[in-house]
């Protein structure tokens, strides 16, 4: 029989396995009477020391990825910099990338780019993910940019961007701006914003934006096309 | 996890390719111009310092980066050799580790920064051999507790009950009130209230004392002496209902305030003053018939608990019973070791002097007495052994006595030593952590000045047109261009700009906050840029004890205006020479252990973006009584959100000449 909660445990009949309050007070006393010292924590702490992430060979990625080796090389080198274990977990992804916005609050946009680059969904982004990422990014096709972008709003990943997952884009790309801006932040500027997207993207008007509609609403925009040029001397 | 900005970069400017699609305005251009076998020996170069080694001592251990493939990732094919940007000092050790199989910890380095090194070679600290592992887990377990403390003196200072800043206005009553009990020195009634209870219960025990003392008493039995309690009853009446009154009030008052009142009555304080004052009230409400006089005789005894309120007052004592606390077992110890040997003793002692008459040792528990007495080195002489064995066995028991005594108190003597200095150490770290958080928000009101900078160059730019942007672009380096490029992304992306403090807060026309703010700019006398947030932050908690003389001497040469210029002299400063992007890095760097996070919503009144050329800041000498952050017992008092009125920067009305804003949580970001 197994102790339920502690107040109708009695000794007699209950198990040594039995939680209750008792057999703590006992095993407590126990260890005031015998002076057992606190345990030594630090070797639980070892345990979990270095989870170190190796990343495939250079030839593998010079394969996947449309970087030059020497690219990879200077890519991995600062990568490995900052993090010695070879992966990036959520809430490093977020220091880091808030040290580039220190008026606002980038990280909800950093966990929605966490998300993106994190293709596998484990948790943590490692070298292959991240080089895989950044060379969609920098040495993609305009569609192969716009489909990441895509990626990126729709949060739960079923294929459409619906106006809830824009707003929330929008308000943790507003979030960066931080406080003091010029003209003032107002409440509605987020949902207007997302309405005036919605309205340029969504063709069939059904309140969600599928793949096609955004590639197609995008190649349209003509600032859109010239600021994709933006990406191509960044590395 | 050391964060160096300057790598990250590319990819933060390749993630703004989520806002493309979703920007109402044309982005700008990016900055141009900116833009990576048989044994044989292999060169491995740590920071200009060459290493030879063959390639199988490399291969030793294949799990680590310098055994794998991994490796490759570092070749220079100009030079054909290994090249490592990090510390040859301790490289040397990393790599007598592969020659000679086991690694040594070295006695003077940081063991944090060796850490850090053996984790970037894929080397797990475990391998350490056994020569230096003792010192290196010990070294390890001392950092690890000053980091904890500093966390814990960032999460629970400003809010906890080491916190010293008053509320904001708009807080309910009940918690401004809390705040006044917790921390007295936050308004003068608060300070008031507490001289007076802890008056009163001075008063109170004194009268407790002197009720016993006999008065000579005149009249009815002449030469007979009473106490003096029994003599002016109604005086000691009066002077205990007055003080049961306050206690009764406090502790109601509190009940009231208490966040949490589940918690507050379960806390050891507030058992003492019920313990306290309860007698009282039994007293008044029991009958005074003599079956139970005797009984709320015994009850009066209690009132000495009183005494223990003393513990609000003072921190030593509320460190002697934390202490104690935690050297619960030592003391478990020297308890059962007394008892056993108690025990055995007395029952030595009985048997030996069972034979003689008229002996005092009627029975083994009557021996516990005698042996207690003589293993304390008391000796009263009461009971005295007699026969030859008696006394042979009582000496060998007063001997053993002496040590088995002396054994657990040093452990306890240490706890004690270790706790009061880790009081003292929180309290000095909290004065410090006030002038940290400002120069700190100096720093970063730095970088949003030098964007703002850029801002207005380049409107001056696209003014001119034709002319080459030789001012601005000459003045900063690329990183700063490319950063200042994405944040420009940023704003075309929502559509709104950057401003700082002052014109937001003009544009608004918000005149609540000019009170405020007009309070705030007299705060930056205190703000010290005397060193860049590398020295402090990280440093401090790493290596602690080397740099406090540097980080003094420092402040002492402070005089710093905000703007890119200060940013070199400030490098200057700090010893530093390299050029921008570096020490940006660098800066960037220090952030790691002290991220405190910004929360957009919490309203920020600095002004540090006006600087003003001060005076260094003397350190701040605090000798307020306070209570240490091992008091959790008394509740925090904390809003549960981290972002809400506990973030708003207030003043505080101490002692301290220069008043400065103090902040919940900021995010350090230099460049």
Redo the contacts between chains.
């Keep these: 029989m197994v102790c339920v909660g502690g107040s109708n445990c009695s000794m007699s009949w209950c198990p040594r396995s039995c939680r209750s309050p008792l057999g703590y007070a006992a095993r407590s006393l126990f260890?005031?009477?015998?002076?057992?010292?606190?345990p030594d924590s630090?070797e639980d702490?070892?345990e979990l020391?270095?989870v170190?992430h190796?990343?495939e060979?250079?030839e593998q990625l010079q394969e996947q990825t449309k970087f030059t080796r020497?690219?990879?090389?200077?890519l991995?080198?600062?990568?490995?910099?900052?993090?010695?274990?070879g992966i990036v977990n959520e809430e490093?992804f977020k220091?880091?990338?808030?040290?580039?916005?220190?008026?606002?609050?980038s990280?909800t946009?950093a966990t929605?780019?966490f998300n993106?680059f994190d293709t596998n969904h484990d948790g943590s982004v490692s070298f292959e993910d991240?080089v895989a990422?950044?060379s969609v990014?920098?040495r993609g096709t305009i569609d192969d940019?716009?489909n990441?972008?895509f990626n990126?709003?729709d949060l739960n990943k079923d294929g459409f961007i619906t106006k809830e997952e824009m707003l929330d884009?929008?308000k943790s790309?507003?979030?960066?701006?931080?406080?003091?801006?010029?003209?003032?932040?107002r409440e509605e500027?987020p949902r207007e914003?997302v309405e005036?997207?919605f309205q340029k993207?969504d063709r069939n008007k059904d309140g969600v934006v599928t793949i096609e509609e955004?590639i197609e609403s995008?190649q349209k925009?003509e600032?859109?096309m010239?600021?994709?040029?933006?990406?191509?001397?960044?590395? | 996890?050391?964060?160096?900005?300057a790598?990250?970069?590319?990819?933060?400017?390749?993630?703004?390719?989520?806002?493309?699609?979703?920007?109402?305005?044309?982005?700008p251009?990016?900055p141009q111009g900116?833009?990576?076998r048989s044994d044989e020996v292999l060169v491995v170069n740590v920071s200009g310092r060459r290493f030879q080694t063959w390639k199988n001592t490399l291969d030793r251990y294949p799990?680590t980066l310098l055994g794998?493939?991994?490796k490759?990732?570092?070749?220079d094919p100009d030079s054909g050799e290994y090249f490592f940007?990090r510390d040859p000092d301790l490289f040397r050790h990393v790599l007598n580790f592969y020659r000679t199989g086991r690694l040594h910890c070295p006695r003077q380095e940081c063991i944090q920064a060796f850490d850090?090194e053996?984790?970037?070679y894929?080397i797990?600290?475990?391998l350490i051999g056994d020569c230096c592992l003792e010192e290196y887990?010990d070294r390890?377990?001392e950092n690890?507790e000053r980091l904890a403390e500093d966390e814990e003196a960032e999460l629970g200072g400003p809010g906890g009950a080491g916190a010293d800043w008053a509320l904001p206005p708009g807080s309910p009553f009940r918690q401004r009130l809390w705040r006044a009990f917790e921390n007295p020195h936050t308004s003068t009634m608060a300070l008031v209230f507490y001289y007076v209870t802890g008056f009163f219960i001075a008063v109170s025990v004194i009268a407790n004392v002197v009720e016993t003392i006999p008065c000579a008493a005149g009249g009815r039995a002449g030469w007979r002496e009473e106490p003096c309690g029994d003599r002016f009853p109604l005086a000691f009446f009066c002077m205990d209902t007055a003080c049961v009154l306050i206690f009764t009030g406090e502790y109601l008052l509190r009940l009231f305030a208490a966040p949490s009142r589940g918690r507050f009555l379960r806390s050891v304080m507030s058992l003492i003053d019920a313990v306290a004052i309860l007698p009282y009230y039994i007293g008044l409400f029991v009958p005074k018939n003599d079956d139970l006089s005797g009984a709320f005789v015994t009850l009066r005894v209690f009132r000495v608990f009183r005494i223990f309120k003393f513990s609000r007052h003072s921190q030593g004592l509320r460190i002697l019973g934390y202490t104690l606390k935690s050297c619960?077992?030592?003391l478990?110890?020297?308890l059962?070791?007394l008892t056993m040997a108690i025990i055995i003793f007395a029952t030595v002692m009985f048997y030996a002097e069972k034979g003689t008459s008229k002996t005092n040792f009627t029975s083994i528990p009557a021996a516990f007495w005698y042996t207690i007495v003589t293993m304390t080195t008391l000796g009263y002489g009461d009971m005295v052994p007699s026969t030859i064995a008696g006394k042979i066995f009582g000496s060998i028991c007063s001997l053993s006595g002496v040590l088995v005594i002396a054994l657990p108190v040093p452990v306890i003597v240490s706890n004690f030593s270790r706790i009061y200095h880790q009081n003292q150490r929180a309290d000095k770290r909290r004065a410090q952590q006030k002038v940290r958080l400002a120069r700190i928000r100096m720093a970063?009101s730095g970088?949003?000045t030098a964007f703002l900078q850029y801002k207005r160059n380049r409107g001056l730019e696209d003014q001119d047109g034709a002319e080459r942007p030789a001012l601005s672009t000459r003045s900063s380096s690329a990183f700063e261009q490319q950063?200042h490029h994405?944040?420009h992304?940023?704003?075309k992306?929502?559509?709104?700009?950057?401003?700082?403090?002052s014109?937001?807060s003009e544009?608004?026309g918000v005149i609540s906050l000019g009170g405020q703010t007009s309070r705030s700019t007299s705060v930056s006398s205190q703000a010290v840029i005397g060193t860049s947030t590398r020295a402090s932050s990280l440093i401090s908690s790493c290596c602690p004890r080397q740099n406090k003389q540097r980080r003094a001497i420092r402040l002492a040469n402070s005089t710093a205006s905000v703007s890119r210029g200060s940013m070199q002299e400030l490098d200057t400063l700090a010893g530093h020479h390299s050029p921008g992007p570096q020490s940006s890095r660098a800066s960037?760097n220090a952030?790691t252990h002290d991220?405190l996070?910004?929360?957009?919503d919490s309203?920020?009144l600095v002004a540090a973006i006006i600087s003003i050329p001060t005076p260094p800041a003397n350190t701040p000498d605090e000798s307020r009584p306070r209570s240490p952050a091992s008091d959790r017992g008394e509740g925090p008092g904390r809003p549960s959100s981290g972002s809400s009125s506990s973030s708003r920067g207030a003043l505080r009305n101490s002692s301290l000449g220069p008043s400065y804003l103090l902040h919940n949580a900021v995010?350090i970001?230099s460049l």
């Design positions: 260890q005031f009477v015998t002076g057992t010292l606190a630090v702490e070892f020391s270095t170190c190796r990343p060979g250079l020497k690219e990879l090389q200077v991995y080198r600062g990568f490995k910099n900052e993090c010695p274990s490093n220091q880091i990338y808030s040290q580039f916005f220190p008026q606002g609050d990280s946009y929605f780019l993106a991240f990422g950044l990014i920098l940019r716009l990441w972008a990126l709003y884009i929008m790309i507003y979030d960066m701006m931080g406080k003091y801006t010029y003209p003032a932040l500027a914003h005036s997207f993207m955004f995008c925009d600032n859109i010239r600021s994709m040029q933006l990406f191509d001397n960044v590395i | 996890m050391a964060a160096g900005v790598t990250w970069l590319p990819f933060a400017r390749a993630a703004a390719v989520g806002w493309l699609p979703l920007a109402q305005q044309p982005l251009a990016a900116c833009e990576a799990d794998s493939s991994e490759e990732f570092f070749f940007d850090e053996l984790a970037f894929g797990v600290p475990e887990r390890k377990k690890a619960a077992s030592e478990g110890f020297l059962f070791s970063k970088t949003t950063h994405l944040l992304c940023l704003e992306t929502t559509s709104h700009e950057f401003t700082d403090e014109t937001f544009a608004l960037l952030k991220t996070t910004l929360n957009c309203q920020d995010k970001s």
